[in-house]
């Protein structure tokens, strides 16, 4: 038995911290979680697309109840090893000396296993990625057990453990519990960790720079044509090409510019060239292995389809980043009364739709001017007017076969 205890004890510890790893990722970094999920998907060798939503939210809401269960079995252990220990000496104390004993070793031993293993899970997040069997063995032993004592844990009624949108309700509630109560804080936690649920379908295309808005040089241009090229359009990175946008040929850095080159050619960098069906999450693991910041992005018939960065990729999980090169003139958002707003055309419809309560239909497009497009057929001109009920558009202002502005009023239903 000496050496049960030690073995035993070991155990339960190290499968707390595992959980703890899972727990802390979970809620405290959710781009660990994104790169975990990634070599969890990958371990398995199941192509992403395989791999349901609801897959894996069973999955790693199991990882947040095997969290819970392994503190509470580890806690469980030292006070049974403790009430043994305690046990010899009972006789000689009053009971209610022994209970308050008992019951101080149980808080200690409790505080001690909880804060220790959870900061074991946010030092090393990297082991909630390993697969082995005694973690797998432990989740199929420990589950019964939970099943006995998950009434006593909460009151909260669960649902379908297969409801996508059960999890980050779990999730927000699991961290209300422990300590945290910025209900702002709550609903982006909520939306990350949605968004990140749905990366995995989440393609090129969706997230690209389009083609009308690269801005670009010839090979054959004068240095200080590039200089103004960064001057205008306040980027760091310019893309070259030959002929036309259909032949790029690579991209140059505003920082080359202070080596005094005598021609583009001679600071010209290779870019990667990706193709527009290809998951943002593979192209994630590229610039990684590669360490490019910037690809090209081609169609099916090898022509110029956009741009896509890092922050592009990364804005699909934690939303629009804004830096000081940004322009906000082209994302107009304007209230003029409570049914009345003007709208650059580049919002998309999704963000529309959450911001205002609205139903525009979705489709084959990602922005407003793609739906205005869609529902009036053919490209419209300036004045015109594009109805659906219960929302009438106006289209302001364009530039060439782009549209700028609309103006929204929202018919209200008489009852």
Not at 126 to 139: G, K, T
Not at 186 to 201: C, V
Not at 295 to 324: H, K, M, P
Request: hydrophobic fraction near 45%.
């Amino acid at each position: 038995m000496t050496v049960v205890y030690p073995v035993l004890a070991i155990f339960f510890f190290l499968l707390a911290g595992y959980y703890g790893a899972v727990r802390a990722i979970l809620l405290d970094s959710p781009l660990d979680w994104l790169r975990l999920n990634l070599d969890r998907v990958n371990a398995d060798r199941q192509p992403m697309e395989e791999e349901s939503r609801a897959q894996q939210v069973a999955y790693w809401r199991r990882m947040l109840r095997m969290s819970r269960l392994s503190l509470i079995a580890l806690g469980c252990f030292f006070l049974v090893a403790t009430g043994f220990v305690l046990l010899p000496g009972m006789a000689e104390m009053p009971i209610w000396q022994y209970l308050i004993g008992l019951f101080a070793a149980a808080a200690l031993i409790w505080t001690f296993t909880y804060v220790s293993c959870l900061r074991l899970g946010r030092a090393f997040p990297r082991i909630a990625s390993i697969r082995a069997f005694p973690v797998r063995f432990a989740e199929w032993a420990l589950t019964p057990v939970y099943w006995l004592i998950e009434p006593f844990l909460s009151s909260q009624k669960r649902g379908d453990l297969n409801a996508a949108n059960n999890l980050p309700n779990y999730v927000r509630n699991d961290a209300t519990a422990a300590d945290d109560s910025d209900e702002e804080d709550h609903r982006m936690e909520e939306k990350m960790f949605i968004n990140a649920l749905d990366f995995k379908d989440v393609r090129i295309r969706d997230c690209m720079i389009p083609r009308t808005e690269i801005t670009a040089v010839a090979l054959d241009d004068e240095i200080e044509d590039l200089r103004q090229a960064f001057i205008s359009s306040g980027h760091s990175k310019i893309v070259v090409y030959r002929e036309s946008i259909d032949d790029v040929v690579g991209y140059c850095h505003s920082l080359a510019l202070f080596r005094k080159p005598k021609d583009i050619a001679s600071i010209v960098t290779p870019m990667l060239i990706v193709p527009e069906a290809m998951p943002a999450s593979d192209l994630m693991l590229r610039f990684l292995e590669v360490r490019k910041s910037l690809a090209l992005v081609v169609d099916e018939f090898g022509g110029t389809s956009g741009l896509v960065s890092v922050e592009d990729v990364v804005e699909q999980i934690f939303g629009e980043i804004q830096d000081e090169y940004d322009s906000t003139e082209d994302w107009t958002e304007r209230r003029i009364d409570d049914d009345t707003f003007i709208f650059s055309a580049r919002h998309e419809v999704e963000y529309l739709n959450e911001k205002y309560g609205w139903n525009f239909p979705e489709g084959d497009y990602d922005t407003l001017a793609g739906l205005l497009i869609h529902v009036h057929g053919d490209l419209p001109k300036v004045n015109d007017v594009i109805h659906f009920a219960p929302y009438t558009f106006k289209i302001i202002s364009m530039q060439d076969t782009r549209i700028e502005l609309v103006r929204l009023t929202v018919d209200r239903v008489e009852e």
